[in-house]
């Protein structure tokens, strides 16, 4: 009998959903390789003997990797989680572990172009994770798709300090070691939770300790941006010994693990009556975890039961041609023909394509202001961008479920900061280093909390992966316009004059993204303007979906 009992506890502990929205939080933590460019450019530089502009055009192919992620989005409606995931670490390895045999001396040099394509490939496999992460986890908690979602984008932005860190545990300044962590660490991760990140049913899961286990995580991540963020104060600024290192390592390790208590605990105090019906429930749609249709449906059935039929504002003729209304699920194709969709897919270029650009080129503003230890800045921008996915899914949640107002409203909010950070980065004031920054952070990272769960709402789950991967293009698009043409063009301009004064083409000075940060700030306005005509064309869509009707 006891061990019936062990083994139907085991079963409910495989099949809770938050062990899913756990191991998708550990998969994402490694998945953000991207943003680690700026570690291992020097390595690549030096070892292959790249210029600036050669190194730019590897940037380029990595940015491109990291969110043209059409393939990942269709291949989600039609592949299983785990083959998901096996893609995704297939091409962590090769694209990362083709580049480390590079850089390391055990493969031959390879032309720029054919480097440009490992580090897409390897980039790339982030799609696959973070894809079926979302939709996963999207399936599992739809009626909290704002928490959960700045959750899963809080831990990809982390992914640059969590390697870092645990790269210090090597005791080593061979850069080369940082590049064999890229492309093994996501890999085995990812495999070793291949078969735990899937579709569990779990929108009938649902209990009143939800809200508890939601602030547990909460109380995790933000003790995990205030932990990183003082230990790499303190490795910057103090001369620690190799053991002191290693605990702060083991620490974070130990932060890491600990969200796994939730399921623990709810596995733990179930009876076990309530796990042989939750069994029940989950018996069927486990048998047929490829195909997550039914899944999909009743998630969204869970969603809008008990509320009033979503009411779209779209023209009669529309109706009679049996097109789905907003909060239903759009394909791809008919998400294309909405306005909302576009003008959310030009507010998020506007937002997060500025904010990347700064992210990008913030090595090079702070030299020209005078800084001449830029690690510090680009650390703590990816704390201040975790806080703002996190802290953008939990108050945009309090929008729509609070007052059924639309989560754009948060956007709007979001792109207002990135405005006033790129305001106080041309104005060049002492201090505003610190405080631009930490507002970009927020807003840029607000951004990848907001615009997936709002996409979600109005358009449906059934062709999430799709459009989540169309609307990434925005990213990638907006720094190539803003920090390919306009940034740097105005950068090169004055450093050539400052050239023919100085003898050195390089820019010293505010002036040297004064205008391109004002042109950035107005266009984060106008990108703020447009989510208010979001929040208006989809106010009775939220009011109808989350308002109580009353009786």
């Not at 994402?28 to 020097?42: D, E, H, K, R, T």
């Not at 969590?162 to 210090?168: G, K, M, N, P």
């Not at 749609?285 to 039929?309: C, G, H, N, W």
């Not at 105005?490 to 003898?503: F, I, N, P, R, W």
Request: with cysteine.
């Amino acid at each position: 009998m006891a061990t019936t009992k062990l083994g139907e506890k085991l079963r409910c502990f495989y099949r809770n959903r938050w062990l899913v929205l756990v191991a998708a939080m550990w998969v994402q933590s490694m998945a953000g390789v991207g943003y680690l460019f700026g570690a291992i450019s020097p390595a690549l530089k030096s070892a292959l003997g790249y210029n600036q502009r050669q190194v730019a055009a590897l940037a380029v192919a990595k940015n491109l990797g990291g969110y043209v992620g059409v393939v990942a989005g269709t291949a989600s409606a039609a592949l299983p989680p785990w083959a998901m995931m096996l893609l995704g670490a297939a091409q962590n390895l090769l694209g990362y572990g083709w580049i480390w045999l590079v850089v390391a001396g055990k493969a031959p040099p390879l032309p720029l172009s054919m480097m440009c394509v490992l580090i897409f490939v390897g980039t790339n496999s982030a799609t696959y994770f973070n894809t079926n992460s979302l939709v996963t986890c999207i399936l599992n908690f739809p009626r909290s798709r704002g928490p959960m979602v700045g959750i899963l984008k809080g831990f990809l932005g982390l992914t640059s300090a969590i390697l870092t860190q645990i790269y210090a545990l090597m005791h080593t300044t061979d850069q080369a070691k940082l590049v064999l962590m890229v492309a093994v660490g996501p890999a085995l991760v990812a495999i070793a939770m291949m078969f735990v990140v899937r579709p569990v049913n779990g929108h009938k899961q649902a209990r009143p300790s939800d809200k508890k286990s939601f602030t547990f995580v909460y109380t995790i991540c933000m003790l995990l941006a205030s932990y990183l963020a003082v230990v790499k104060l303190a490795q910057d600024f103090l001369k620690l010994s190799d053991n002191v290192v290693n605990i702060l390592t083991v620490i974070l390790f130990v932060l890491l693990i600990s969200p796994i208590a939730i399921p623990i605990t709810l596995t733990i105090t179930s009876k076990v009556e309530e796990v042989s019906v939750e069994e029940a429930l989950l018996s069927e749609p486990l048998t047929r975890e490829p195909s997550t249709s039914s899944q999909e449906e009743e998630a969204i059935l869970s969603e809008v039961e008990d509320k009033s039929k979503v009411i779209d504002s779209l023209p009669p003729y529309e109706r009679k041609n049996g097109r789905p209304h907003l909060g239903e699920n759009f394909t791809m194709m008919q998400a294309l023909v909405k306005a909302e969709f576009w003008l959310i897919w030009v507010s998020f270029w506007l937002g997060s394509g500025s904010g990347l650009t700064v992210m990008d080129n913030l090595g090079q503003m702070s030299q020209a202001v005078g800084f001449k230890d830029v690690h510090i800045f680009v650390s703590l921008t990816s704390i201040w961008n975790f806080l703002g996915r996190v802290g953008g899914g939990y108050l945009s949640e309090i929008i729509v479920r609070e007052h059924g107002y639309p989560r754009h409203i948060g956007l709007a909010i979001a792109q207002i900061l990135i405005a006033a950070a790129h305001f106080l980065f041309a104005m060049a004031w002492p201090g505003t280093m610190y405080i631009s920054t930490f507002l970009v952070g927020l807003g840029y990272g607000a951004h990848w909390a907001i615009v997936p769960a709002a996409v979600s709402e109005l358009f449906g789950v059934k062709h999430f992966g799709a459009m989540y991967n169309f609307l990434t293009l925005a990213n990638p698009a907006g720094s190539l316009i803003f920090s390919g043409l306009i940034t740097s063009t105005l950068y090169d301009y004055e450093a050539e004059k400052q050239a023919h004064q100085h003898h050195q083409v390089k820019c010293e000075g505010a002036v040297c993204f004064f205008v391109s940060s004002l042109v950035m700030s107005v266009l984060c306005v106008v990108g703020a303007g447009l989510s208010l005509i979001v929040v208006h064309r989809t106010r009775r869509v939220y009011a109808d979906l989350y308002r109580p009707v009353c009786t």
